[in-house]
Protein backbone atom coordinates (compact mmCIF):
# COMPACT_ATOMS: atom_id res chain seq x y z
CA UNK A 1 0.00 0.00 0.00
CA UNK A 2 1.51 3.59 -0.93
CA UNK A 3 2.61 5.24 1.86
CA UNK A 4 1.55 8.60 0.70
CA UNK A 5 -2.05 8.27 1.22
CA UNK A 6 -3.81 10.69 3.95
CA UNK A 7 -6.05 9.00 6.71
CA UNK A 8 -9.11 11.15 7.91
CA UNK A 9 -7.91 12.32 10.39
CA UNK A 10 -5.30 14.26 8.36
CA UNK A 11 -7.98 15.88 6.13
CA UNK A 12 -8.21 19.10 7.53
CA UNK A 13 -11.81 20.89 6.88
CA UNK A 14 -12.45 24.59 7.19
CA UNK A 15 -16.23 25.55 8.17
CA UNK A 16 -16.71 29.55 7.68
CA UNK A 17 -19.74 31.67 8.53
CA UNK A 18 -21.21 29.88 10.95
CA UNK A 19 -22.15 26.91 9.33
CA UNK A 20 -24.80 24.76 10.90
CA UNK A 21 -23.65 22.19 13.72
CA UNK A 22 -25.06 19.90 11.82
CA UNK A 23 -22.49 19.89 9.52
CA UNK A 24 -19.75 19.37 11.52
CA UNK A 25 -21.73 16.37 13.46
CA UNK A 26 -22.16 14.73 9.73
CA UNK A 27 -18.32 15.03 9.13
CA UNK A 28 -17.05 13.47 12.81
CA UNK A 29 -20.02 10.99 12.18
CA UNK A 30 -17.94 9.85 8.82
CA UNK A 31 -14.96 9.72 10.61
CA UNK A 32 -13.29 13.40 9.80
CA UNK A 33 -12.58 14.93 13.18
CA UNK A 34 -9.55 17.27 11.96
CA UNK A 35 -12.46 20.50 11.79
CA UNK A 36 -11.93 24.30 12.11
CA UNK A 37 -15.59 25.65 12.56
CA UNK A 38 -15.26 29.64 12.36
CA UNK A 39 -18.13 31.79 12.96
CA UNK A 40 -17.20 34.33 9.95
CA UNK A 41 -16.17 34.93 6.91
CA UNK A 42 -12.30 35.79 6.53
CA UNK A 43 -10.46 38.85 4.71
CA UNK A 44 -8.90 37.60 1.64
CA UNK A 45 -4.85 37.94 3.06
CA UNK A 46 -5.98 35.37 5.96
CA UNK A 47 -8.01 32.97 4.10
CA UNK A 48 -4.77 32.61 1.63
CA UNK A 49 -3.05 32.12 4.75
CA UNK A 50 -5.31 29.90 6.03
CA UNK A 51 -6.39 27.31 3.15
CA UNK A 52 -3.02 26.85 1.92
CA UNK A 53 -3.60 23.42 4.18
CA UNK A 54 -6.98 22.76 3.84
CA UNK A 55 -8.51 19.88 1.91
CA UNK A 56 -12.08 20.91 2.16
CA UNK A 57 -14.15 24.03 2.33
CA UNK A 58 -17.25 24.80 3.58
CA UNK A 59 -18.89 28.75 3.05
CA UNK A 60 -22.07 30.92 2.77
CA UNK A 61 -22.71 33.64 0.40
CA UNK A 62 -19.95 36.07 1.95
CA UNK A 63 -16.56 34.22 1.63
CA UNK A 64 -15.05 35.01 -1.95
CA UNK A 65 -12.90 31.91 -3.38
CA UNK A 66 -11.11 33.94 -6.38
CA UNK A 67 -8.15 33.26 -8.39
CA UNK A 68 -5.87 34.51 -5.53
CA UNK A 69 -7.50 32.17 -3.06
CA UNK A 70 -7.48 28.81 -5.52
CA UNK A 71 -3.58 29.37 -6.08
CA UNK A 72 -2.93 29.17 -2.66
CA UNK A 73 -5.27 26.43 -1.89
CA UNK A 74 -2.50 23.47 -2.92
CA UNK A 75 -4.66 20.49 -1.43
CA UNK A 76 -7.80 21.62 -1.16
CA UNK A 77 -10.10 18.75 -2.91
CA UNK A 78 -13.83 20.21 -3.08
CA UNK A 79 -15.64 22.75 -1.82
CA UNK A 80 -19.03 23.03 -0.29
CA UNK A 81 -21.59 26.42 -0.93
CA UNK A 82 -23.48 25.85 2.40
CA UNK A 83 -26.14 28.34 0.53
CA UNK A 84 -28.07 28.41 -3.16
CA UNK A 85 -25.46 31.37 -4.94
CA UNK A 86 -22.45 30.31 -6.18
CA UNK A 87 -21.43 33.60 -7.78
CA UNK A 88 -18.89 34.33 -4.70
CA UNK A 89 -16.82 31.69 -5.87
CA UNK A 90 -14.60 31.76 -9.17
CA UNK A 91 -16.06 28.32 -10.44
CA UNK A 92 -13.58 28.49 -13.54
CA UNK A 93 -10.41 28.94 -11.77
CA UNK A 94 -11.71 25.84 -9.43
CA UNK A 95 -12.61 23.50 -12.42
CA UNK A 96 -9.06 24.29 -13.67
CA UNK A 97 -7.54 23.31 -10.93
CA UNK A 98 -9.49 20.14 -10.65
CA UNK A 99 -11.61 21.06 -7.60
CA UNK A 100 -15.93 20.00 -7.93
CA UNK A 101 -17.94 23.12 -6.30
CA UNK A 102 -21.26 21.89 -4.61
CA UNK A 103 -24.02 23.86 -3.15
CA UNK A 104 -27.20 22.95 -1.36
CA UNK A 105 -29.76 23.96 -4.37
CA UNK A 106 -33.45 23.83 -2.20
CA UNK A 107 -32.66 23.82 1.44
CA UNK A 108 -33.96 27.29 2.14
CA UNK A 109 -35.80 27.57 -1.16
CA UNK A 110 -39.01 27.51 0.94
CA UNK A 111 -37.76 29.87 3.59
CA UNK A 112 -37.00 32.88 1.02
CA UNK A 113 -40.71 32.25 -0.59
CA UNK A 114 -42.34 32.65 2.58
CA UNK A 115 -40.20 35.90 3.68
CA UNK A 116 -40.92 37.32 0.08
CA UNK A 117 -44.97 36.75 0.20
CA UNK A 118 -44.97 37.59 3.96
CA UNK A 119 -43.70 41.14 2.47
CA UNK A 120 -45.36 41.44 0.28
CA UNK A 121 -48.05 41.50 2.09
CA UNK A 122 -46.96 43.67 4.72
CA UNK A 123 -46.19 46.34 1.66
CA UNK A 124 -49.61 46.16 0.74
CA UNK A 125 -51.15 47.29 3.69
CA UNK A 126 -48.21 49.73 4.88
CA UNK A 127 -47.07 48.44 7.73
CA UNK A 128 -43.29 49.00 7.99
CA UNK A 129 -44.36 52.81 8.45
CA UNK A 130 -47.56 52.15 10.78
CA UNK A 131 -45.42 49.86 13.09
CA UNK A 132 -42.64 52.78 13.28
CA UNK A 133 -45.13 54.89 13.95
CA UNK A 134 -46.73 52.64 16.16
CA UNK A 135 -43.38 52.32 18.17
CA UNK A 136 -43.25 56.06 18.64
CA UNK A 137 -46.21 56.72 19.66
CA UNK A 138 -48.59 57.61 16.95
CA UNK A 139 -51.44 55.89 15.51
CA UNK A 140 -51.99 56.22 11.69
CA UNK A 141 -55.10 54.37 11.26
CA UNK A 142 -56.22 54.66 7.60
CA UNK A 143 -57.10 52.42 4.60
CA UNK A 144 -54.68 55.02 2.25
CA UNK A 145 -52.48 53.22 0.01
CA UNK A 146 -53.62 49.85 1.84
CA UNK A 147 -54.72 46.70 -0.02
CA UNK A 148 -55.47 43.31 0.14
CA UNK A 149 -53.37 40.62 -1.89
CA UNK A 150 -56.17 39.24 -3.85
CA UNK A 151 -56.76 40.02 -7.08
CA UNK A 152 -52.89 41.76 -7.33
CA UNK A 153 -50.72 40.63 -9.84
CA UNK A 154 -47.68 39.46 -8.43
CA UNK A 155 -44.64 39.63 -11.54
CA UNK A 156 -41.82 36.58 -10.74
CA UNK A 157 -38.37 37.74 -12.07
CA UNK A 158 -36.71 34.70 -12.51
CA UNK A 159 -38.88 31.26 -12.41
CA UNK A 160 -36.87 28.82 -11.00
CA UNK A 161 -37.10 27.06 -7.41
CA UNK A 162 -37.50 30.15 -5.39
CA UNK A 163 -39.76 31.79 -8.25
CA UNK A 164 -41.83 28.83 -8.75
CA UNK A 165 -42.10 27.85 -4.86
CA UNK A 166 -43.29 31.47 -4.34
CA UNK A 167 -45.58 31.83 -7.58
CA UNK A 168 -47.91 28.50 -5.66
CA UNK A 169 -47.86 30.71 -2.29
CA UNK A 170 -48.98 33.79 -3.81
CA UNK A 171 -51.48 31.85 -5.91
CA UNK A 172 -52.81 29.96 -2.73
CA UNK A 173 -53.49 33.74 -1.25
CA UNK A 174 -54.87 35.09 -4.70
CA UNK A 175 -52.73 36.80 -6.06
CA UNK A 176 -52.38 36.64 -10.11
CA UNK A 177 -48.77 35.49 -11.16
CA UNK A 178 -46.87 36.03 -14.43
CA UNK A 179 -42.86 35.43 -14.52
CA UNK A 180 -40.51 36.30 -16.63
CA UNK A 181 -37.30 33.83 -17.26
CA UNK A 182 -34.66 33.70 -20.07
CA UNK A 183 -36.08 30.12 -20.54
CA UNK A 184 -39.56 28.82 -21.48
CA UNK A 185 -40.67 27.37 -18.19
CA UNK A 186 -44.07 25.52 -17.24
CA UNK A 187 -46.44 27.89 -15.16
CA UNK A 188 -47.31 26.05 -11.62
CA UNK A 189 -50.83 26.53 -11.59
CA UNK A 190 -52.49 29.08 -13.26
CA UNK A 191 -49.20 31.16 -13.46
CA UNK A 192 -48.48 32.92 -16.91
CA UNK A 193 -45.16 33.18 -18.55
CA UNK A 194 -44.59 37.00 -20.15
CA UNK A 195 -42.53 37.58 -23.09
CA UNK A 196 -40.45 40.43 -21.28
CA UNK A 197 -39.10 41.75 -18.68
CA UNK A 198 -40.64 45.46 -19.82
CA UNK A 199 -44.36 43.85 -20.10
CA UNK A 200 -43.91 41.92 -16.83
CA UNK A 201 -42.98 45.60 -15.03
CA UNK A 202 -45.86 46.68 -16.63
CA UNK A 203 -48.15 44.70 -15.72
CA UNK A 204 -47.61 43.61 -12.06
CA UNK A 205 -48.59 45.32 -8.82
CA UNK A 206 -45.34 43.52 -6.85
CA UNK A 207 -42.43 42.65 -8.39
CA UNK A 208 -40.26 40.06 -6.95
CA UNK A 209 -36.93 39.42 -8.25
CA UNK A 210 -35.39 35.82 -8.00
CA UNK A 211 -32.54 35.67 -10.50
CA UNK A 212 -28.96 34.22 -9.56
CA UNK A 213 -26.02 36.62 -10.45
CA UNK A 214 -24.77 36.28 -13.74
CA UNK A 215 -24.18 38.99 -16.47
CA UNK A 216 -27.85 39.25 -17.49
CA UNK A 217 -28.67 40.33 -14.15
CA UNK A 218 -26.57 42.44 -13.19
CA UNK A 219 -27.97 45.87 -12.54
CA UNK A 220 -31.41 44.97 -14.50
CA UNK A 221 -33.20 46.93 -12.83
CA UNK A 222 -32.71 50.73 -12.87
CA UNK A 223 -34.11 53.71 -13.80
CA UNK A 224 -35.62 52.90 -16.14
CA UNK A 225 -37.04 49.86 -15.24
CA UNK A 226 -38.24 51.55 -12.22
CA UNK A 227 -39.99 54.18 -14.49
CA UNK A 228 -42.10 50.97 -16.37
CA UNK A 229 -43.21 49.71 -12.78
CA UNK A 230 -47.26 51.11 -12.01
CA UNK A 231 -47.14 53.99 -10.45
CA UNK A 232 -47.58 52.82 -6.66
CA UNK A 233 -45.90 49.56 -7.63
CA UNK A 234 -43.74 47.45 -4.78
CA UNK A 235 -40.25 45.95 -5.19
CA UNK A 236 -38.95 43.06 -3.70
CA UNK A 237 -35.52 42.08 -3.92
CA UNK A 238 -33.89 38.56 -1.93
CA UNK A 239 -31.80 37.31 -4.96
CA UNK A 240 -28.50 39.02 -5.10
CA UNK A 241 -27.36 43.06 -4.50
CA UNK A 242 -25.76 43.45 -7.85
CA UNK A 243 -29.66 43.18 -9.25
CA UNK A 244 -30.86 46.01 -8.19
CA UNK A 245 -29.46 49.85 -9.12
CA UNK A 246 -29.91 50.84 -5.29
CA UNK A 247 -29.31 54.66 -5.29
CA UNK A 248 -32.08 54.59 -8.28
CA UNK A 249 -33.81 53.05 -6.37
CA UNK A 250 -33.70 55.07 -3.44
CA UNK A 251 -34.45 58.04 -5.76
CA UNK A 252 -37.98 56.38 -7.26
CA UNK A 253 -39.28 55.94 -3.72
CA UNK A 254 -38.40 59.42 -2.44
CA UNK A 255 -40.42 60.98 -5.57
CA UNK A 256 -43.47 58.55 -5.02
CA UNK A 257 -42.97 56.57 -7.86
CA UNK A 258 -43.62 53.20 -5.82
CA UNK A 259 -45.17 52.33 -2.70
CA UNK A 260 -42.67 50.23 -1.05
CA UNK A 261 -39.83 47.97 -1.18
CA UNK A 262 -38.07 44.93 0.45
CA UNK A 263 -34.66 44.09 -0.18
CA UNK A 264 -32.76 41.22 1.84
CA UNK A 265 -29.51 41.55 -0.38
CA UNK A 266 -27.27 44.79 -1.18
CA UNK A 267 -24.44 46.09 -3.62
CA UNK A 268 -22.41 46.46 0.06
CA UNK A 269 -23.09 43.76 3.19
CA UNK A 270 -21.42 44.45 5.97
CA UNK A 271 -18.78 41.83 6.62
CA UNK A 272 -20.36 40.95 9.97
CA UNK A 273 -22.76 41.77 12.59
CA UNK A 274 -20.75 44.46 14.03
CA UNK A 275 -20.07 46.47 11.24
CA UNK A 276 -22.49 49.05 10.36
CA UNK A 277 -24.56 49.15 7.55
CA UNK A 278 -24.96 52.12 4.67
CA UNK A 279 -27.81 52.28 2.57
CA UNK A 280 -29.71 55.08 0.85
CA UNK A 281 -32.73 53.13 1.87
CA UNK A 282 -32.22 53.68 5.79
CA UNK A 283 -34.74 56.29 7.03
CA UNK A 284 -37.39 55.87 3.92
CA UNK A 285 -41.36 54.80 5.17
CA UNK A 286 -42.55 51.46 3.72
CA UNK A 287 -39.11 50.21 3.39
CA UNK A 288 -38.42 47.04 4.40
CA UNK A 289 -34.61 46.35 5.46
CA UNK A 290 -33.08 42.89 6.22
CA UNK A 291 -29.55 41.73 6.37
CA UNK A 292 -29.59 38.77 4.06
CA UNK A 293 -31.52 36.57 5.81
CA UNK A 294 -34.00 35.10 3.26
CA UNK A 295 -32.43 31.84 3.98
CA UNK A 296 -31.60 32.17 7.24
CA UNK A 297 -34.27 30.04 9.09
CA UNK A 298 -33.27 27.20 11.56
CA UNK A 299 -34.79 24.47 9.36
CA UNK A 300 -33.26 25.74 6.49
CA UNK A 301 -29.69 26.20 8.00
CA UNK A 302 -29.77 22.39 9.32
CA UNK A 303 -30.89 20.98 6.32
CA UNK A 304 -28.25 22.72 4.37
CA UNK A 305 -25.24 21.66 6.97
CA UNK A 306 -26.87 18.09 6.07
CA UNK A 307 -26.67 17.87 2.29
CA UNK A 308 -23.39 19.75 1.21
CA UNK A 309 -21.32 18.11 4.28
CA UNK A 310 -23.25 14.75 2.50
CA UNK A 311 -22.20 16.26 -0.58
CA UNK A 312 -18.33 16.59 0.46
CA UNK A 313 -18.26 13.56 2.47
CA UNK A 314 -19.42 11.50 -0.63
CA UNK A 315 -16.74 12.98 -3.08
CA UNK A 316 -14.31 12.44 -0.61
CA UNK A 317 -14.90 8.72 0.06
CA UNK A 318 -16.39 7.67 -2.80
CA UNK A 319 -15.34 10.12 -5.75
CA UNK A 320 -18.97 10.81 -6.43
CA UNK A 321 -19.56 14.60 -8.01
CA UNK A 322 -23.52 14.11 -8.90
CA UNK A 323 -25.24 18.09 -8.60
CA UNK A 324 -21.72 19.42 -8.83
CA UNK A 325 -22.08 22.99 -10.09
CA UNK A 326 -19.12 23.41 -11.93
CA UNK A 327 -17.79 19.61 -12.68
CA UNK A 328 -18.40 16.64 -14.76
CA UNK A 329 -20.82 14.81 -12.90
CA UNK A 330 -20.47 11.18 -12.18
CA UNK A 331 -22.64 9.10 -9.80
CA UNK A 332 -20.47 6.12 -8.30
CA UNK A 333 -21.06 2.60 -6.88
CA UNK A 334 -19.60 1.74 -3.26
CA UNK A 335 -15.94 0.18 -4.04
CA UNK A 336 -15.74 -1.91 -1.07
CA UNK A 337 -13.26 -4.42 -2.68
CA UNK A 338 -12.48 -2.15 -5.41
CA UNK A 339 -9.05 0.10 -4.99
CA UNK A 340 -10.16 3.76 -6.54
CA UNK A 341 -8.58 5.84 -9.15
CA UNK A 342 -9.85 9.28 -9.86
CA UNK A 343 -7.82 11.42 -12.49
CA UNK A 344 -8.91 14.59 -13.18
CA UNK A 345 -7.43 16.06 -16.70
CA UNK A 346 -7.94 19.13 -19.13
CA UNK A 347 -10.49 17.55 -21.65
CA UNK A 348 -8.35 17.07 -24.76
CA UNK A 349 -8.13 14.00 -26.94
CA UNK A 350 -5.75 11.68 -26.02
CA UNK A 351 -5.97 11.67 -21.83
CA UNK A 352 -7.85 8.43 -20.96
CA UNK A 353 -6.07 5.92 -24.03
CA UNK A 354 -2.86 7.07 -22.52
CA UNK A 355 -4.05 6.20 -18.78
CA UNK A 356 -5.29 3.22 -19.99
CA UNK A 357 -2.11 2.51 -21.60
CA UNK A 358 -0.23 3.69 -18.39
CA UNK A 359 -2.81 0.74 -16.55
CA UNK A 360 -1.86 -1.76 -19.15
CA UNK A 361 1.68 -1.00 -19.33
CA UNK A 362 2.18 -1.58 -15.04
CA UNK A 363 -0.20 -4.93 -15.56
CA UNK A 364 -3.00 -3.73 -13.68
CA UNK A 365 -6.22 -4.80 -14.65
CA UNK A 366 -9.37 -2.82 -15.17
CA UNK A 367 -12.54 -3.61 -13.16
CA UNK A 368 -14.47 -0.61 -13.56
CA UNK A 369 -14.55 2.57 -15.99
CA UNK A 370 -16.70 5.65 -15.29
CA UNK A 371 -15.79 9.31 -17.48
CA UNK A 372 -17.44 12.17 -17.73
CA UNK A 373 -16.59 15.19 -19.60
CA UNK A 374 -17.81 18.67 -19.49
CA UNK A 375 -16.37 21.64 -21.73
CA UNK A 376 -13.14 22.26 -20.09
CA UNK A 377 -12.41 18.89 -17.35
CA UNK A 378 -12.38 15.35 -17.72
CA UNK A 379 -13.10 12.77 -15.08
CA UNK A 380 -12.18 9.60 -15.28
CA UNK A 381 -12.59 7.00 -11.95
CA UNK A 382 -10.90 3.35 -12.74
CA UNK A 383 -11.44 0.64 -10.05
CA UNK A 384 -9.01 -2.04 -9.84
CA UNK A 385 -8.40 -5.53 -7.87
CA UNK A 386 -5.14 -4.70 -7.02
CA UNK A 387 -3.73 -1.46 -5.06
CA UNK A 388 -2.09 0.76 -7.48
CA UNK A 389 1.90 0.25 -6.97
CA UNK A 390 4.04 3.96 -6.77
CA UNK A 391 5.36 3.63 -10.01
CA UNK A 392 1.81 3.42 -12.12
CA UNK A 393 1.02 5.82 -9.73
CA UNK A 394 3.94 8.20 -10.57
CA UNK A 395 2.92 7.65 -14.45
CA UNK A 396 -0.36 8.63 -14.19
CA UNK A 397 0.51 11.87 -12.66
CA UNK A 398 2.74 12.50 -15.45
CA UNK A 399 0.48 11.48 -18.24
CA UNK A 400 0.21 15.06 -20.37
CA UNK A 401 -2.64 17.43 -19.01
CA UNK A 402 -3.21 16.06 -16.08
CA UNK A 403 -5.03 18.31 -12.87
CA UNK A 404 -5.00 15.93 -10.24
CA UNK A 405 -4.93 12.52 -9.22
CA UNK A 406 -6.73 10.78 -5.93
CA UNK A 407 -6.71 7.67 -4.68
CA UNK A 408 -9.52 5.73 -2.94
CA UNK A 409 -8.06 2.58 -1.10
CA UNK A 410 -10.79 0.09 -0.20
CA UNK A 411 -9.85 -1.76 2.97
CA UNK A 412 -8.96 1.35 5.22
CA UNK A 413 -10.87 4.18 3.43
CA UNK A 414 -7.15 5.73 3.00
CA UNK A 415 -7.26 8.66 0.37
CA UNK A 416 -4.17 10.09 -1.49
N1 LIG B 1 -31.65 36.25 0.14
C1 LIG B 1 -31.20 35.05 0.40
O1 LIG B 1 -30.84 34.73 1.53
C2 LIG B 1 -31.13 34.05 -0.70
C3 LIG B 1 -30.91 34.45 -2.00
N2 LIG B 1 -30.85 33.53 -3.01
C4 LIG B 1 -30.64 34.01 -4.37
O2 LIG B 1 -31.77 33.65 -5.15
C5 LIG B 1 -31.33 33.26 -6.44
C6 LIG B 1 -32.35 32.39 -7.09
O3 LIG B 1 -32.42 31.13 -6.44
P1 LIG B 1 -33.12 29.87 -7.12
O4 LIG B 1 -34.53 30.18 -7.46
O5 LIG B 1 -32.84 28.71 -6.26
O6 LIG B 1 -32.27 29.77 -8.46
P2 LIG B 1 -32.66 28.98 -9.78
O7 LIG B 1 -31.38 28.78 -10.51
O8 LIG B 1 -33.52 27.82 -9.48
O9 LIG B 1 -33.55 30.05 -10.60
C7 LIG B 1 -33.04 31.20 -11.19
C8 LIG B 1 -33.91 31.50 -12.42
O10 LIG B 1 -33.50 32.75 -12.99
C9 LIG B 1 -33.55 32.63 -14.38
N3 LIG B 1 -32.71 33.65 -14.99
C10 LIG B 1 -31.35 33.66 -15.16
N4 LIG B 1 -30.99 34.80 -15.78
C11 LIG B 1 -32.11 35.52 -16.00
C12 LIG B 1 -32.37 36.77 -16.60
N5 LIG B 1 -31.38 37.53 -17.11
N6 LIG B 1 -33.65 37.19 -16.68
C13 LIG B 1 -34.67 36.42 -16.18
N7 LIG B 1 -34.48 35.22 -15.61
C14 LIG B 1 -33.21 34.78 -15.52
C15 LIG B 1 -33.08 31.21 -14.64
O11 LIG B 1 -33.44 30.76 -15.93
C16 LIG B 1 -33.78 30.46 -13.52
O12 LIG B 1 -35.06 30.01 -13.92
C17 LIG B 1 -29.99 32.56 -6.13
O13 LIG B 1 -29.15 32.55 -7.26
C18 LIG B 1 -29.43 33.39 -5.03
O14 LIG B 1 -28.63 34.40 -5.58
C19 LIG B 1 -31.03 32.19 -2.74
C20 LIG B 1 -31.26 31.75 -1.47
C21 LIG B 1 -31.28 32.64 -0.34
O1 LIG C 1 -28.42 30.70 -0.43
C1 LIG C 1 -28.06 31.81 -0.88
O2 LIG C 1 -27.71 31.99 -2.05
C2 LIG C 1 -28.09 32.97 -0.02
O3 LIG C 1 -28.02 34.09 -0.46
C3 LIG C 1 -28.10 32.77 1.45
O4 LIG C 1 -26.83 33.14 1.84
P1 LIG C 1 -26.30 32.90 3.33
O5 LIG C 1 -26.11 31.43 3.51
O6 LIG C 1 -27.35 33.45 4.23
O7 LIG C 1 -25.01 33.65 3.36
Known amino acids: MAKTSLDKSKIKILLLEGVHQ???????????????HLPTSL??????????????IGIRSRTQLNERVFAAAEKLVAVGCFCIGTNQVDLGA?????????????SNTRSVAELVL????????????????????????SAKHSHEARGKTLGIVGYGNIGAQLSVLAESLGFNVLYYDVVAKL?????????????????????????????????????????????????INASRGSVVVIEELAAALEAGRLLGAAIDVFPVEP??????????????????????????????????????SEKLITYSDNGTTVTSVNFPEVALPAHPDKHRLLHIHDNVPGVLSEINRVLSENDINISGQYLQTNE?????????????????????????????????YSETNYHE
Open 22 to 36: SAVDNFLNAGYTNIE
Open 187 to 235: GMGNATQVASLEELLARADVVSLHVPDVPSTRWMIGKEQLALMKQGGIL
Open 118 to 141: AEAIMLLRGIPEKNARAHQGGWLK
Open 271 to 308: KGNSEEFVSPLRGLPNVILTPHIGGSTLEAQENIGIEV
Open 43 to 56: DEATLIDKIRDVHF
Open 94 to 106: ALARGIPVFNAPY
Open 376 to 408: KVGYVVIDVDKAYGPKALDALRHVEHTLRVRVL
